[in-house]
């Protein structure tokens, strides 16, 4: 059973700083990886879909990187900005086309 | 396109009354994913459909719980009879716009069983 682990649950830093977000997952038999945003009270938004052939993806600040080998996904975000606080969700699609999620990351960014 | 859609945003029942939620995903996409989020135990599925059958309900909690697809612009989620502990926000998503995988969620509707 694919499951997905994201570290850290939480994390602070003042704006400006570079930060990273780690997404491990158990079954690396994986067809897509997908990074999501969610404010407090709100659904989920689609940050940056990596498909299992590609190694990263870049969406402005953003840039996710996928080693399916090791399992591991990685969200980067450059010179954070206090608009950028929201929990950060990844989810591995699995060849059945179901999403299994992380727990999410918290992040705060202080102005 | 109007993105997935919901209904109700908020729903407060009593304890045993029947619930209906609602959704209407995106046109085009062929799979549809019913989620569960509560702070104890993050996104759970519930269940997803592709192609308007049912492919996965192991994560329905109980018999309590049923879905349907009748077509493909919608689906229900029902729970009968509710209960406090159903309480949580519920997400729609769909996805497989052919050549691509990415899911796109609805803003989820509250429910709040007392």
């Known amino acids: 059973k694919q499951e997905v682990t994201q570290i850290p649950a939480a994390l602070s830093v003042p704006e400006g700083e570079n930060l990273v977000l780690n997404c491990s997952f158990t079954d690396s038999a994986i067809y897509n990886l997908q990074w999501f945003r969610q404010d407090p009270g709100k659904g989920l938004t689609s940050l940056l879909l990596i498909q299992s052939s590609q190694r990263e993806q870049t969406s402005g600040r953003l840039n996710a990187s996928l080693d399916k080998s090791s399992g591991r996904s990685t969200l980067y975000i450059a010179a954070s900005q206090p608009g950028d606080s929201a929990t950060y969700l990844c989810a591995v699609i699995n060849y059945g086309q179901n999403f299994v999620f992380g727990p999410g990351t918290r992040l705060s960014v202080l102005p | 396109d109007a993105g997935v859609i919901q209904s109700p945003r908020h729903e407060v029942t009593e304890m045993g009354q029947e619930v209906t939620l609602r959704c209407k995903p995106i046109?085009?996409?062929?799979?549809l994913f019913w989620y569960r989020q509560t702070m104890m135990r993050g996104l759970e599925l519930l269940i997803y459909?592709?192609?308007?059958?049912?492919?996965?309900d192991s994560g329905m909690p109980e018999d309590r719980f049923s879905a349907k697809m009748p077509n493909a612009s919608f689906s229900t989620l029902k729970i009968q009879p509710s209960e406090p502990r159903d309480s949580a926000v519920y997400f729609c998503?769909?996805?497989?716009?052919?050549?691509?995988?990415?899911?796109?969620f609805g803003q989820g509707t509250r429910l709040t069983v007392v």
């Open positions: 046109s085009g996409h062929n799979s």
């Open positions: 459909f592709n192609n308007n059958v049912p492919i996965d």
């Open positions: 998503a769909s996805s497989f716009r052919p050549g691509s995988t990415e899911a796109f």
